[in-house]
Antibody, heavy 117, light 109 residues
Framework: QVQIKQWGAGLLKPSETLSLTCGVYRGSVSDHFWSWIRQSPGQGLEWIGEISHSGYTDVNPSLKSRVTLKLSSSIRQVSLTLSSVTAADTAVYYC???????????WGEGTTVTVSS | EIVLTQSPGTLSLSLGERATLSCRASQSVSSSYLAWYQQRPGQAPRLLIYGASSRATGVPDRFSGSGSGTDFTLTISRLEPEDFSVYYCQQYGGSTPVTFGGGTKVEIK
């Protein structure tokens, strides 16, 4: 069964860059899309963006200027970079395997990111 | 973008009762691109339904999805203790970004 493990810095100061990685175990990154989703404290889910091994990316227009997505098939990792963070970026960030019709069938455990001075 | 409105915000029901959750889209969504998730406190979301009506692997058959166009429904036929959670619908519009509904909390009455 495919598993996703996430890691990255959990505490940032305003204006810093958020950097998170998800590693894919017992599976390939080449056959699916990979999405990032976040959830602010007590709030709902917000889609950040998606990437595929072909290099296709799509990003939420509200975050497009600050988001970079990368995928490495050789080491089976997907990464998210979000620049110039503010307190509004405080959230739990999830990585999820995404099928063709964009339903997300396998999720990482989530990484809590707090932005505070 | 396509806005998904879920209702009610909170549903208070007893064990064994039937739960009916609504997800309404601001414009038509292809059924192929409509999914439902369950999220328990402190956990990642879990895929329940995809393609509006197909159960994901391992999902009990008391969960069912239906609907088309702008109106979709998730039904839990008989509530079990582990079903008291928050439920989200999600859509993909092709040329518009993925969006999630605001969620419905199913709580014990």
């Amino acid at each position: 069964q495919v598993q996703i493990k996430q890691w990255g810095a959990g505490l940032l100061k305003p204006s810093e860059t958020l950097s998170l990685t998800c590693g894919v175990y017992r599976g390939s990154v080449s056959d699916h899309f990979w999405s990032w989703i976040r959830q602010s404290p007590g709030q709902g889910l917000e889609w950040i963006g998606e990437i595929s091994h072909s290099g296709y990316t799509d990003v939420n227009p509200s975050l497009k200027s600050r988001v970079t997505l990368k995928l490495s098939s050789s080491i089976r990792q997907v990464s998210l970079t979000l620049s110039s963070v503010t307190a509004a970026d405080t959230a739990v960030y999830y990585c999820a395997r995404t099928q063709f019709y964009r339903h997300m069938d396998i999720w990482g455990e989530g990484t809590t990111v707090t932005v505070s001075s | 973008e396509i806005v998904l409105t879920q209702s009610p915000g909170t549903l208070s029901l007893s064990l064994g009762e039937r739960a009916t959750l609504s997800c309404r889209a601001s414009q038509s969504v292809s059924s192929s691109y409509l999914a439902w998730y369950q999220q328990r406190p402190g956990q990642a979301p879990r895929l329940l339904i995809y393609g509006a009506s197909s159960r994901a692997t391992g999902v009990p058959d008391r969960f069912s999805g239906s609907g088309s166009g702008t109106d979709f429904t998730l039904t839990i036929s008989r509530l079990e203790p582990e079903d008291f959670s928050v439920y989200y619908c999600q859509q993909y519009g092709g040329s518009t970004p993925v969006t999630f509904g605001g969620g419905t909390k199913v709580e014990i009455k």
